[in-house]
Structure formats: C-alpha cells, structure tokens
C-alpha cells in the first residue's frame, strides 16, 4: 500500500514554507516530476490531500508505445518512444537509492506484450493495426497459434492469431507509486492545494486550502483533473479536462496454475480490447472498460479542492461482465481465479488526447509565464510518459525547452474557445492501460 503514514514534509499549520519546486498533485506523474526534481539538487513538496490514492493506483502499467499507437497521433508516438526509451534509467535509478532495508522495487519488467485475436475479424483487424506500426517503424512480429501457445500454454487454442511485440513492457504502478514515497522523504504536504500565488507577474507558489502558502521559485501542476478548477490560473488559459472513466480488475492466480501468463496479453474479442497483465506476486490485472458516466451516485468523490468531477467512481457491474468474459475467451483459467478487487478511476482527456506539458504564454504579452508548468490531461498514457514528463520539466526548470514537444503546449486550446467538436470521438472499445 501506498504509505500513508509515512513522514509528511515541514508543517504548513500557522505559517508559511517555501521550497525551491512545489508540485500540485500526488499522482504517478506528480510524484516521478517530484523525485526528478530532487535529483537535479532542488528542494521540493508535494502537495495533496491524498496522494497515490487516483488513477495512477487503479493503473495497469503498461508501458506499450507500439500497441498504444493509434490513428493521427503520430506527435504523441514520439512522445510516447522517448519516454519509453527512458524507462530503464528511470527504474534503475529508482531501485538504487532504497532505503538499506525494506526498500520496495518499482516492478519494471522488460518482457515483451503478446497481441492476440479472438476471431477472423479480430484478426484482420490486429494485422491492419501491424500495417500502421510498421509504417511507423515499429516491430510487430507475427507467431502462429502453436508458437503463441508454446510462450503462454494457458491461451486458449481457439485464438485466431498472434504477435510479439518486444518493445512494449509493464511496471507495477503501485510498487513504483510507493518506491517514490519512499525516495521524496519530508516531502510530502498533505493538504489540499486552492490556488496559485503570484507576484510581480510571475507564478510564486501555492495558496493551501487552509490559507498557508507554500512559496517556491517553480511551481508544477500536475492534479490531473483538478487543474483547470485551481484558483489563480493565467488569464484566457483554456485546460479544457474531462473525466474518462475506466473499470479494472485484480485476480489471484491459485498456486496450481502459476504463473497463468509470463507476457501481457493484450487481445481483441469480437472487436473489444481486454489485456491481461501478470504481477510477480502471483495476481493479474484485467482491464479495462472505458466510459464517460461515472456512476457518482455509487462512488467517492475525489477528496481535495479543484476537481469538477469525482476520479472515483462506482464500479460497473456490466464492465466486471465484460472484462471476465472476454479474458476467459483468451485465456479460459481466468475462470479459475480469486476476485481480489474491482476499482474504477476517472483519467484526465483532453480534446486531442495528448497531454497538457509545459510553459504558458501570458495573454498580454504571449512571453511564457515564469515559475508555472502544466503537466496534465495524460489519459491513458499517464505511467508510460512520467519519466518523460519527469525530465522535461527539468529542462524547463533549467532553462530549456525542447521544440519537439511544443505541440503539448498547454496553452494550444487557449487561442479560441474549446468545443465539442474539438474533442477526439473516444471509442468505447479502445483499451487503456
């Protein structure tokens, strides 16, 4: 579990702190910012109410940059193979700086991911998604049944097809959520944030919910829904954020039948997504739905101000329906498992479904706002890109910008006012990790 009771950072009760960086929002993305920010020798606080305890808990974790490509994102392709190619830094760092006992590893593993099919519809439709990923330049290399069958035993003999994909790997989101804790000691402000501060023009820290401040030359937001509702934002900036909720599935494996997989699977079943992933510890996680309603009657609202709407949400009773049928068609063990936990989150979208990262032009001036960064609206993408939304605010911290990452600019929607019809048409049937 996520350690709630370990050691919050300086107490903000009856007086102001202040800090080199200070992060709005106790994601993945928020903390992995966080920890980077602490390497390049900067003082930080974290800054949430209840961190660990969002989307990023409820995640899968793959980290698939090839099975995740998809129709007019080729900008984000590029995103998603940078950070992709920085994940085994960014694990390996992590892993070495634990405490000298009891220290917890993030979980990454480099096995490649097994894209399977249902039937002869699943199949045409999986080599028509090779055919984009080859055009991209990215490996896809297709196996028989048997050969499928010999890696994975356990998959059902009835599937229609199968590739291998090499580059497209898994992390824990949970064990990495915690091995971060572990690694921003006295960091952590537990406290909602209200707003932004500003002086003299420039972003200069955190107004908290109970009316201290945290001051800080830089200041990162990254609340995932809860951004665009924090008070004080730049004048005409547009984040325009929506609620993208999933239902996911934890399982055991009883002993007899470890390990049911040693790869993800990600399959199409009749032309719906479902993917397997195998855990260390001997459980599985089956996901995931994707909806718009968040079934709020049922669930928790979000705790912490500036969220318009709950990131918890009640679970689907059909979505469970759905993911269990569909997992035992690829893999009919799955009917043998122990049903530990089904949870549902909300993900932050965005119009075109790639992030919100970076500086904000002023409206009077259009010259970037000093001391602000947006880092937001990742989606389904929000454990894949953390290192690279890590290393990227350093850069911007440090004075750099690079141009290959303009088109996130947070600011694109502010030119004029967002639609409906700005909003990429988000398929039900499309998986999200």
């Known amino acids: 579990m996520y350690p709630q009771s370990a050691p919050d950072g300086p107490s903000v009760r009856g007086r102001d702190i202040r800090v080199d960086v200070a992060v709005i929002g106790g994601g993945v993305i928020g903390h992995g910012i966080a920890w980077e920010a602490l390497q390049s020798g900067r003082s930080v606080a974290l800054i949430d109410d209840a961190p660990g305890t969002g989307a990023s808990w409820a995640a899968a974790g793959m980290l698939a940059p090839v099975s995740e490509l998809h129709y007019q994102e080729e900008e984000l392709l590029e995103l998603m193979l940078h950070s992709s190619g920085l994940w085994p830094a960014f694990a390996a760092g992590l892993d070495s700086r634990g405490p000298a006992a009891g220290g917890t590893g993030t979980g990454y593993l480099t096995t490649s991911t097994l894209a399977v099919g249902a039937d002869a519809a699943d199949r045409r439709a999986l080599a028509d998604l090779r055919g984009v990923q080859q055009a991209s330049g990215l490996t896809v290399e297709p196996l028989t049944v048997r050969e499928a069958r010999t890696r994975e035993p356990l998959l059902s003999p009835g599937i229609s097809c199968a590739f291998n994909i090499p580059a497209d790997h898994q992390v824990d989101p949970r064990k990495l959520l915690v091995r971060i804790a572990e690694s921003l000691p006295g960091s952590a402000v537990r406290e909602p944030a209200a707003g ?3 002086e003299e023009g420039r972003v200069s820290g955190v107004r908290l919910s109970g009316g201290n401040a945290v001051r800080a030359g830089e200041t990162i937001v990254a609340n995932g829904l809860g951004s665009a509702a924090l ?3 730049p004048a005409r900036l547009k984040l325009p954020l929506r609620p993208v909720y999933g239902d996911i599935l934890r399982l055991r494996v009883p002993g007899y039948l470890q390990p049911l997989l040693t790869s993800t699977v990600r399959g199409m079943v009749h032309g719906v997504p479902v993917y397997i ?3 260390q510890d001997g459980t599985v996680v089956i996901g995931a739905t994707q909806r718009e ?20 949400s009640g679970v689907s009773a059909g979505g469970v329906y759905q993911l269990l ?5 690829l893999v009919p063990a799955v009917a043998e498992l122990e049903l ?6 909300a993900r932050p979208g965005t119009p075109d479904n790639a992030p919100l990262l970076g500086r904000v032009a002023a409206a009077d001036t259009g010259r970037d706002i000093a001391g602000l960064i947006i880092a937001t609206g990742f989606f389904r993408h929000g454990v894949l890109l953390t290192p690279a939304a890590a290393s990227i605010c350093r ?7 690079d141009p290959r990452w303009a088109p996130f600019r947070p600011d694109r929607f502010s030119r004029r006012p967002a639609t409906t019809a700005d909003f990429v048409t988000i398929d039900p049937n499309k998986e999200t990790a």
């Open 340 to 345: 530990l936990e089904a949870t549902a989150r």
């Open 277 to 279: 992933v195998p855990r």
């Open 395 to 401: 850069q911007l911290m440090d004075g750099n910008a």
């Open 293 to 312: 309603d968040s079934l709020s009657g049922t669930g928790t609202a979000d705790r912490g101000a500036g969220n318009a709407a709950p990131a918890h």
């Open 231 to 233: 008070d004080g934002l």
């Open 325 to 329: 049928r569909d997992a035992q068609v």
């Open 196 to 198: 932004l501060l500003w």
